[in-house]
Nanobody, 126 residues
Framework: EVQLVESGGGLVQAGGSLRLSCAASGFTFDDYVIGWFRQAPGKEREGVSCIRRSTSSTYYADSVKGRFTISRDNAKNTVYLQMNSLKPEDTAVYYC???????????????????WGQGTQVTVSS
């Protein structure tokens, strides 16, 4: 059974940092693309960042480029999202998700991901 468990969310002031973790189990981690998504109240879920097995292959949404960094530790079956210079508009529930590595890493769209974690709340105060 595929399991994804997010952690690391919380309340932070604008300009601050948080690091989210996504611990995966139940599948061959190396064969999957892992993505971070977020959903703010009243908005659609959107792709934030995705990473293939090699950390040199990543995708970032324009809204987070230069502020967020995705990385993965295949030995620990864990993907991280380092979020710096946080803004109030980054406030959302953040989810990690997994899909087989059939498409480009830029296919960081919720509809392509079949396995999801429960989400972790990130709140950025102004």
């Amino acid at each position: 059974e595929v399991q994804l468990v997010e952690s690391g969310g919380g309340l932070v002031q604008a300009g601050g940092s948080l690091r989210l973790s996504c611990a995966a189990s139940g599948f061959t981690f190396d064969d999957y693309v892992i993505g971070w998504f977020r959903q703010a109240p009243g908005k659609e879920r959107e792709g934030v960042s995705c990473i293939r097995r090699s950390t040199s292959s990543t995708y970032y949404a324009d809204s987070v480029k230069g502020r967020f960094t995705i990385s993965r530790d295949n030995a620990k079956n864990t993907v991280y999202l380092q979020m710096n210079s946080l803004k109030p508009e980054d406030t959302a529930v953040y989810y990690c998700a997994a899909r087989r590595d059939y498409y480009s890493v830029t296919t960081c769209l919720p509809g392509f991901f079949g396995s999801w974690g429960q989400g972790t709340q990130v709140t950025v105060s102004s």
